[in-house]
C-alpha cells in the first residue's frame, strides 16, 4: 500500500507539472502568436483611376480604368465591376498580412525594422475583339517569401448590342463564348495540352501541365479577345515551374469556330 500511494503521488506531481508546461505553452502561443484579422465588412473604396498607399510595413499601387466604351449605363456598372474586383484584391493583401497587428518578434523576423516591406503592384491593358472589350489586370505580389508572385485577372465585355445577348456591356463568363452544349472545355484543355510544350519550352513537364489544364473553367477563366485570338493567361505554378514564368496561349478564333457562340465568331 505504502508503494501504491508514493506511485500515485509521482503521478501527481508528473500530472501537475505538465499541465503547467501546457498552460506556460498556450501563453506563450496567445503571446507571439497573431491570427490574421477578420475581412473587411465593407469594400475599400477607390479614388477614381488610381489608388496608392504607403504604410509602414507595405506599399500599395494600382491602376484601374475610369471608363470603358460601352454605352453610359454598361460604362458605370463595368467600372463598378473592376473596381469592387481591385479593391478585393488590395483588401485580402492588407488582411493576410495582418499589419495593424504585427508583434515584436513578427517585425523582426519579417525585416521590417530593417527597412523591408511587403508590396502589391496592380497593372492592367486592354485588349479587343470585333464584338469585346477586355481590361486584363496583372498583380504583383511581395510578401518577401521566396519570391514575388504573380496573378492575373481579366474582364470581358460584349460591345455589340446586336449579339445574341442582345445587351451591348454584359459581362461575359466563359460559358457565354461558346456555344451552348458544346463541349468547350474539353476542347480548350486538349488544344492547351497540345500547345504549351513548345511554348513554355525548357522546363516544360506534363506533370505541371495536365493538372493546370483539365476541363474545368477555373484553369481558363483568365480569357480575352485579342483581334483575330483568344487569348487564356496561365500565372506561375499553373501549368510550369516559377522559374517558367506566366504563360500565354493564343488559339486563332477561326479554330474555334465550331464551338463558339455564333456572336463571337469572326
Do not use: C
Amino acid at each position: 500500500m505504502w508503494w501504491y500511494t508514493t506511485e500515485m503521488k509521482k503521478e501527481i506531481v508528473i500530472g501537475a507539472a505538465s499541465l503547467v508546461i501546457i498552460v506556460l505553452g498556450i501563453g506563450l502561443y496567445v503571446a507571439y502568436y497573431h491570427p490574421g484579422t477578420p475581412a473587411p465588412s465593407t469594400t475599400l473604396a477607390l479614388p477614381p483611376g488610381s489608388y496608392t498607399e504607403h504604410a509602414a510595413y507595405y506599399d500599395i499601387a494600382a491602376n484601374y480604368p475610369t471608363t470603358t466604351p460601352l454605352s453610359s449605363s454598361a460604362d458605370a456598372a463595368a467600372v463598378a465591376q473592376i473596381q469592387s474586383a481591385i479593391s478585393g484584391i488590395i483588401s485580402q493583401f492588407k488582411t493576410q498580412g495582418n499589419f495593424a497587428n504585427l508583434s515584436p518578434n513578427d517585425i523582426s523576423m519579417m525585416g521590417f525594422d530593417q527597412g523591408k516591406k511587403e508590396s502589391l503592384q496592380i497593372e492592367y491593358l486592354i485588349g479587343s475583339g470585333p464584338h469585346t472589350v477586355s481590361y486584363i489586370f496583372t498583380t504583383y505580389t511581395d510578401t518577401l517569401g521566396a519570391h514575388p508572385n504573380t496573378d492575373f485577372a481579366t474582364f470581358t465585355f460584349d460591345t455589340d448590342p446586336s449579339t445574341s445577348s442582345g445587351q451591348a456591356g454584359q459581362a461575359l463568363a466563359l460559358s457565354d463564348i461558346f456555344a451552348s452544349g458544346s463541349d468547350y472545355l474539353g476542347t480548350l484543355s486538349t488544344l492547351a495540352r497540345q500547345a504549351l510544350p513548345a511554348i513554355i519550352g525548357q522546363g516544360s513537364d506534363p506533370s505541371f501541365i495536365n493538372p493546370g489544364t483539365t476541363p474545368d473553367a477555373s484553369n481558363f477563366k483568365n480569357f480575352f479577345f485579342d483581334n483575330s485570338d483568344f487569348v487564356i493567361l496561365f500565372p506561375p505554378y499553373q501549368v510550369a515551374p516559377y522559374s517558367s514564368g506566366p504563360q500565354t496561349l493564343r488559339i486563332p478564333v477561326t479554330q474555334l469556330d465550331s464551338i463558339l457562340n455564333p456572336a463571337y465568331q469572326q
